[in-house]
């Protein structure tokens, strides 16, 4: 059961890591930043889940999504 879990996660990870960027050319500013903020927020969650549960660790995490989700969108822009 606990690979299937984790076999689900490595799952939703890798399909985080090849996020559908907006089209600058035809999206408002705020999409974008919605956009951004989801996935942060979905990011964040996934890595939350991949730990023990640790109160406390919420910024650390959303921050380390922040990071990871900026580096994908630079490297396909």
């Given at each position: 059961?606990?690979?299937m879990i984790i076999q689900?996660?490595?799952a939703q990870?890798?399909?985080r890591h090849s996020p559908d960027?907006?089209?600058p050319g035809c999206t408002h500013?705020?999409?974008e930043r919605a956009w951004r903020e989801k996935q942060i927020r979905?990011?964040?969650y996934f890595?939350?889940?991949r730990r023990p549960p640790c109160p406390g660790k919420e910024m650390e995490?959303?921050?380390a999504a922040e990071r990871e989700i900026d580096h994908v969108c630079a490297k396909r822009l």
């Open positions: 059961m606990n690979t689900l996660f490595d990870l890798a399909a960027l907006p089209d500013p705020g999409v979905d990011a964040a890595r939350s889940l995490d959303w921050l």
